[in-house]
C-alpha cells in the first residue's frame, strides 16, 4: 500500500525559508512511473501546483514560485522535499505531496493528508 | 495565466443529479480531471483522463467533456457525496492548473 506523509515546521517566520519532507513508502521514487509533487492550498481557495521531481531528480515548477521553490528527491531515504525561500503571509496554506501516476491515469493519483504551514 | 472556471456551489436532494462544470481554452486539447476533497481530507480523484473511473469510485460519478467545457456527473446522488469537487487540466504548457473548486450540497 503506498502512503505518503508530509513533515516539516507548521510555523515560518516572514523572509524565511519552509522545508519540507514527504516520505514515501510502498513504492520507490526512483520508479520511472512516478513523478513526485508539491501542491497547496491557502484555506478558502483554490489548490495550486507548486512543482515536481522526476524520478531521476529533475525537477520544474510553477513559473509563479519558480524563483523561490526547490524541490529534491532523496532515493535513500525514499523522499522528497520542498524548499520555498522568501515566504510571506501568502505563502501560509495546507501544503500536500501527491505522486503523479505517469501510467493509465496520468495524474495525482495518491496524496498526503497535508501539512498546514502558517508563516508569521 | 490559465484559468479554470468552476461553479462556486451547487445543491441537489439526495437521487438527484448534480453537474458540475469546469470551463477553460485548452481544455479541447487537453484531459480533465476531477478530484473530490471532504473537509479536512486530502482531495480523492474521482475522474481521469475526461471520462475515465479508477477502482473503488462509484459507478454514479460519470464525466464528459466537449469544446472547452468538461463536466462531472454524479447519479443518484447521496449524502456521503457532500464535498468540495476540483477540476485538474494542464495549461498550453503542460503546468497543471485547478479550477476554483464546487462545494456540493447535498440538501
Known amino acids: 500500500q503506498v502512503q505518503l506523509q508530509e513533515s516539516g515546521p507548521g510555523l515560518v517566520k516572514p523572509s524565511q525559508t519552509l522545508s519540507l519532507t514527504c516520505s514515501v513508502s510502498g513504492v520507490f521514487v526512483n520508479n520511472r512511473d512516478f513523478h513526485w509533487a508539491w501542491i497547496r492550498q491557502p484555506a478558502g481557495k483554490r489548490l495550486e501546483w507548486i512543482g515536481r521531481?522526476?524520478?531521476?531528480?529533475?525537477?520544474n515548477s510553477n513559473p509563479s514560485l519558480r524563483s523561490r521553490v526547490t524541490i529534491s528527491l532523496d532515493t535513500s531515504m525514499n523522499q522528497f522535499s520542498l524548499n520555498l525561500t522568501s515566504v510571506t503571509a501568502a505563502d501560509t496554506a495546507v501544503y500536500y505531496c501527491a505522486r503523479k501516476n505517469m501510467g493509465t491515469v496520468e495524474t495525482f493519483d495518491i496524496w498526503g493528508p497535508g501539512k498546514l504551514v502558517t508563516v508569521s | 495565466s490559465y484559468d479554470l472556471t468552476q461553479p462556486p456551489s451547487v445543491s441537489v436532494s439526495p437521487g438527484q443529479t448534480a453537474t458540475i462544470t469546469c470551463s477553460g481554452d485548452a481544455l479541447p486539447k487537453q484531459y480533465a480531471f476531477w478530484f473530490q476533497q471532504k473537509p479536512g481530507q486530502a482531495p480523492m480523484l474521482v475522474i481521469y483522463k475526461d471520462t475515465e473511473r479508477p477502482s473503488g469510485i462509484p459507478e454514479r460519478f460519470s464525466a464528459s467533456s466537449s469544446g472547452t467545457t468538461a463536466t462531472l456527473i454524479i447519479s443518484g446522488v447521496q449524502a456521503e457525496d457532500e464535498a468540495d469537487y476540483h477540476c485538474l487540466s494542464p495549461d498550453i504548457n503542460g503546468i497543471p492548473v485547478f479550477g476554483g473548486g464546487t462545494q456540493l450540497t447535498v440538501l
Open positions: 521531481s522526476y524520478s531521476n531528480g529533475n525537477t
